[in-house]
């Protein structure tokens, strides 16, 4: 996948919330900042222990900087956002203007290619630094043991605000509601879709206002790629009469359908196995954080999917991407008439018949 790729950008970390979910370690050694964790023998040789490489990297730099790191993390990457913290300290919201960190992960077990990876990184973000794009920060190394990742990770994960009134809650936190918010109880496991990643914040920030423009009512929606559920989970929320959510990944499904059932959405809410088209009647909304490739191809697919006065709202277009999206939706027959940014994401709101609901 390429490093547009939003969960080639962010998933696959041994354990846990693939699209921001940080690993934390709490009992191992921080090896030395030349790799030195490949030199002696602090527990890195045994199976499951992994090297964690972390860099602070301006919105601007994520990208690159999870390239580069993912160049040597057969364990994954993860991109954990900086925070502003709200409700007294309880919750968060994302704050885009403040670097986030990039983590990537490598088996410690084999010293020499750690060595080997962690002195090509460090001279690939030489090199980048040196492109004079926006700051870097340096790399740290350190220790960090599987068997205490599976639930480490959830420490990161804080009840988030997104748009409004959307609040996301993982399932493992409290939360004190204020009397408009919109509160998703979310668990994402290893789906997509714990609300930390731009991709899936801009498709919320969209839905909001074209439910508050739809209000009471959202109609029918659908959710292509729905992940760990969660943008099927607000639509629900949100006043959606009824909700079709699809992704070819079982994974997905099984999490989808468990937060589905945890905000009591079971009822109008279908979760499937597969993709577009859905051989479903028309939707009032269609819901797709894919990637920029998928939504070229797919454009058709989703077009059909709409009700003559629908909307879609597609999000995952890496900035460079974004051109490519425009000219397969009009292709398609659709009516760009909103963007949305955040750094280098971009999320698109279409019409079939060119006017907003
Ligand atoms: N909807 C969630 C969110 O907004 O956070 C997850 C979005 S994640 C970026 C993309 C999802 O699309 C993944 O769960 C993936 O399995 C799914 N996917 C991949 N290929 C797909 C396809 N051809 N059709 C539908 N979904 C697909």
Redesign the pocket.
Known sequence: MSSAD??AAVGGAPAGGS?GGAADDDGGTAPDDDGGAANDDEGTSADGTWLELSVAADVEAVEAVSEILGRVASGGTSVEPAFILSDEGLGAFVDASRPATVRAYLPARDRTAARTAIHDTRIALGHLQAFGIRPIGDLDVRVVHEADWAEAWKAHFPVLRVGRRLVIRPTWRRHARRPDDVVLALDPGM?????L?P??RL??AALEVVADRAAPALGRVL??????????IAAGLLGADAIV?????P??VDAARANIGRNGLARRTRIRA???PTGEPPFDIV?????AS?LV??APDLSAELAPDGTLIA??IFIDREGDVRAAFEAAGLTVLDRLAEGEWVALVATRNGTRL
């Not at 789906?191 to 609300?195: D, E, I, K, P, W």
């Not at 959510?245 to 990944?249: E, H, L, M, R, S």
């Open positions: 939003p969960v699209d789906a997509f879709g714990t609300g990643h991709t899936t498709c919320l959710d292509v790629g729905t992940g760990s559920g969660i943008l099927a959510g699809v992704d070819p990944d994974i997905a597969g993709s577009v819901l797709a954080n894919l990637i998928l191809t797919l999000s995952g």
